[in-house]
């Protein structure tokens, strides 16, 4: 059977729920709802198992805190034996426009701290990343506070159909591949 591990990066605790920065929790979440799974305290993380045509999906939310998360990411592929072109990092992107979506094989971490830290313990560039357009319209110094802060009402309105192209995205991953995933997807 093969095993894919799909990450949803976030920050953990009741006060970063609803904020931008959580919208790999939010993903996860939303398909886990979706397909009816629950998601358990392992270690590291929570964890749901999703199983689909011969193939296990391992949705994890790092419990790290965003700038530790490839201690997580890495103790799981290591655990499950899952090689880096079967990961799938879900992550917000200040540089694309809210719900954008942009699907890579690799690429730099763009100054995000969880992607930072995923290459540093992974030792490479190279895994598959979605990101996700959070938008970048913050004044000058008020990146953080952005970033943290919750979705305005417009967004809010938008989120549940981003929602679902995200977990289709998951389900296109896994079954269909790298490839066809980002000719379908990137730039919808």
Do not use: A, H, M
């Given at each position: 059977m093969k095993k894919f591990l799909i990450v949803g990066l976030g920050n953990i605790g009741a006060e970063y729920v609803n904020t931008r920065h959580n919208i790999g929790f939010k993903i996860l979440d939303y398909f886990a709802r979706k397909e009816g799974l629950s998601f358990q305290t392992a270690k590291l993380g929570e964890i749901a198992e999703y199983k689909i045509k011969g193939r296990t999906l391992l949705l994890l939310k790092p419990n790290t805190y965003m700038n530790l998360s490839g201690k997580a990411v890495k103790y799981w592929m290591d655990k499950e034996n899952i090689a880096k072109e079967n990961i799938l990092i879900i992550t917000d992107d200040l540089n694309l426009s809210f719900g954008s979506i942009r699907i890579k094989t690799k690429g730099s971490d763009g100054g995000h701290n969880g992607l930072k830290n995923i290459q540093l313990l992974l030792n490479t560039t190279e895994y598959p990343r979605f990101r996700f357009g959070i938008s970048d319209a913050f004044k000058k110094g008020r990146q953080i506070d952005y970033v943290l802060g919750e979705?305005?009402?417009?967004?809010?309105?938008?989120?549940?159909?981003?929602?679902?192209?995200?977990?289709?995205?998951?389900?296109?991953?896994a079954l269909a591949g790298l490839s066809e995933t980002m000719n379908l997807f990137n730039g919808k």
């Open positions: 979705w305005d009402e417009e967004e809010k309105t938008k989120l549940p159909e981003r929602l679902e192209v995200g977990s289709q995205i998951i389900s296109s991953f």
